[in-house]
Structures are given as structure tokens and as C-alpha cells.
């Protein structure tokens, strides 16, 4: 079964700084899908980025990048220029790909971010 | 807004009772997913539907039960309840097989068992 952990339950990071979440997952799969979501206060889950495994480009939104490292099973989160806007839970999730029906995602236990002055 | 609609968005209710959560998926999607999230936790997996059949199961209690309806829309249905059944009850949907990207999520349904 997939294993998705995140290490670092707590976070905290000042304004305008750089900060990086941790993700490690356990897969014997070569092809899946990686995400980072964020949940803030309101509870909703919003999808930050997302990265095919297939793809060795990190993948990029804005000021949200990854660290895809697919030997080390390793997939990091980089919050550049952090807001206020950006506290909240953290949760990195994994995705196989089926040859059938779509797929489940698996979480890891998230990681609180909080964002200082 | 992610498209998914779940009713209701809050629900109290005693020991013992049954309930019904409700979730609409986007226009087109076919598969739905219902996860479960106690206080300050991860997203636990219950149960996914594709299309009108049940397509995977994770760890769902046998007091609780869903469905997906000819149109589309899904129902969990949990009865007996526990005071450790207090949780956020998110669906999510997809549409296609084969669908490369995420899940959209709505906005949740929150129980609180009393």
C-alpha cells in the first residue's frame, strides 16, 4: 500500500520569506501523481500544484515550486515570498495511475504553516 | 468553487442516530470519493464510486454505507453513532477514467455527535 508521510507537523515562517514542507512517499508504482493542497481556516481543500511523475521538470505555480526527487521518494513544497494568506494546513497526497477507473488520493497527516510579521 | 455540492454543511446530532450526508459532483464527473477527517488530522479514505458502482473501499466502518445514484449523486449513510464519528465528511469527484489531475473537493460536511 501507498505511504504518504509529512514529518514536520508545525511550520512557521516570516513575511516575505522562503519556506519548505516536506513530503516523502512509499510507492513500488513508476507512474503516479503528486499534489500539494492547502486548507485553510474555512476547511475547503484547494489544490496549490500538482507534479506528474513521468516528468522531471519541478513543477511551478507563481510563487509555489517543487523538489521532485522520483529515486528518493521525496517531494517538497517551496512557499516563496510567504503572505499571510498562505497559513494554513498543508497536505501532500499521492495518485497512482489506473489502467481502469480514477484513483484514490492518499495523504500524508499535513503540515500546520504559520506565517508570522 | 470546485463545482462538488454537499449538504448538509453542519449536522448535530445524539448517540445512537443515523444521518445522511449528500453530495452532488460536478456536471459530467463520475466518480466520487467520500473522505473522512477528524479534529486536526489527515484526510482518511472511505469509499469511491464510479459510475453507479462501488470501485474501491479504505477504511470504512461497517455502520456506515454509501451510494451513487443513476444521476450521479452520492449518499453516506451513517447510523449507530459514536461520539468518535465527529468528524469533516468531505466528497470529492473526477470525471473521466484515466483523469490526470486532482480531485475537486466541496466544501465539506461537519457532524457533530453529541
Known amino acids: 500500500a501507498q505511504t504518504v508521510t509529512q514529518s514536520q507537523p508545525e511550520m512557521s515562517v516570516q513575511e516575505a520569506e522562503t519556506v519548505t514542507l516536506s513530503c516523502t512517499y512509499d510507492?513500488?508504482?513508476?507512474?503516479?501523481?503528486l499534489f500539494w493542497y492547502k486548507q485553510p481556516p474555512s476547511r475547503q481543500m484547494i489544490l496549490v500544484i500538482r507534479q506528474e511523475a513521468y516528468k522531471q521538470q519541478n513543477a511551478t505555480e507563481n510563487r509555489f515550486s517543487v523538489n521532485f526527487q522520483k529515486a528518493a521518494k521525496s517531494f517538497s513544497l517551496k512557499i516563496s515570498d510567504s503572505q499571510l494568506g498562505d497559513a494554513a494546513m498543508y497536505f501532500c497526497?499521492?495518485?497512482?495511475?489506473?489502467?481502469?477507473?480514477?484513483?484514490?488520493?492518499?495523504f500524508g497527516t499535513g503540515t500546520r504553516l504559520q506565517v508570522t510579521l | 468553487d470546485s463545482g462538488v455540492t454537499q449538504t448538509p454543511k453542519h449536522l448535530i446530532t445524539a448517540t445512537g442516530q443515523r444521518v445522511t450526508l449528500r453530495c452532488s459532483p460536478r456536471s459530467g464527473d463520475l466518480s466520487v470519493y467520500w473522505y473522512q477527517q477528524s479534529l486536526d488530522q489527515g484526510l482518511q479514505f472511505l469509499i469511491q464510486?464510479?459510475?453507479?458502482?462501488?470501485?474501491a473501499k479504505g477504511n470504512i466502518l461497517e455502520r456506515f454505507s454509501a451510494q451513487q445514484f443513476p444521476d450521479l449523486h452520492s449518499e453516506l449513510n451513517l447510523s449507530s453513532l459514536e461520539l468518535g464519528d465527529s468528524a469533516l465528511y468531505f466528497c470529492?469527484?473526477?470525471?473521466?477514467?484515466?483523469?490526470?489531475?486532482?480531485?475537486?473537493f466541496g466544501e465539506g460536511s461537519r457532524l457533530t455527535v453529541l
Open positions: 510507492t513500488s508504482e513508476s507512474d503516479y501523481y
Open positions: 470529492a469527484s473526477s470525471p473521466r477514467a484515466r483523469w490526470p489531475g486532482e480531485l475537486f
Open positions: 464510486y464510479y459510475n453507479g458502482e462501488e470501485r
Open positions: 497526497a499521492y495518485r497512482r495511475i489506473n489502467t481502469g477507473t480514477a484513483s484514490k488520493l492518499t
